[in-house]
């Protein structure tokens, strides 16, 4: 257990005995989820909270006594229920006063320019982390793509026997392939090696019904 998720867990059986409202701070970056009066167990607790820093990629939060008091703190004080969403909201309220690993693109680009540091290191910088952020996007619009042309092929498989359309392979096949790329969208795989794979096990698939069916 990390250091937050220590922290964390040490006031959550407090927390869940108290009225839980939401209290919007300014400026609201996410809103919160609501509050609901629910008993969470540590591992809950701990999934929840690494939801929540798996949403903060690629910025990464800095695994320190400091930060845990501070989140701890904030979802105490507005009486939130330890969810991702809760969580997630308390990190981006108070992101300026957190530790970071990594730091999240908003922060680089507030932070000024230090006396001692250059405007040419400072650019720098800032363009590296808008070099994360655009591949960030462009893996995001990539893999919409990808996995619309996945369901298209799946949804047009269409097998053919000596009487007509065979439906229960057809049904069979589409059930398998959406299985198999459900799994690989919760892994977040990497979807346009999926869909190249995936075209060569439908064509493979027509193949061997072809060759069976010359057989008979």
């Known amino acids: 257990m990390t250091t937050i998720e220590q922290d964390v867990q040490k006031q959550i059986d407090e927390l ?23 008993q ?5 607790v701990l999934a929840e909270l690494n939801k929540a820093k798996a949403r903060l990629l690629p910025a990464v939060m800095a ?3 400091a930060n845990g008091h501070l989140l701890t703190a904030f979802i105490k004080k507005n009486k939130l229920a330890p ?23 908003k922060l680089v680009l507030e932070r000024p320019v230090a006396a ?13 982390s808008m070099k994360v952020v655009d591949a960030r996007d462009a893996k995001i619009a990539a893999d919409a793509v990808s996995l619309k042309q ?6 047009a498989y269409t097998p053919v026997s000596r009487r007509g359309i065979d439906y229960r392979e057809q049904q069979e096949s589409q059930t398998r392939w959406t299985a198999t790329l459900n799994k ?16 060569i096990v439908i064509q493979k698939r027509y193949d061997d019904l072809e060759a069976k069916r010359q057989r008979l």
């Open 184 to 199: 690989v969208i919760a892994e977040k795989g990497n979807l346009q090696t999926f869909f190249k794979a995936l075209v």
């Open 150 to 155: 996945c369901r298209a092929a799946i949804s």
């Open 63 to 65: 695994d320190s006594e």
């Open 83 to 105: 969810t991702a969403e809760n969580f997630y909201f308390a990190i981006s309220s108070i992101y300026r006063s957190i530790d970071w690993t990594t730091p999240p693109a």
């Open 16 to 38: 869940m005995h108290q009225p839980q409202q939401v209290v919007v701070q300014q400026p609201v970056v996410v809103t919160p989820a609501p509050a609901v009066a629910q």
């Open 116 to 128: 001692a540091e250059s405007p040419l290191a400072h650019e720098k910088a800032r363009s590296e």
């Open 40 to 44: 969470f167990t540590l591992q809950q």
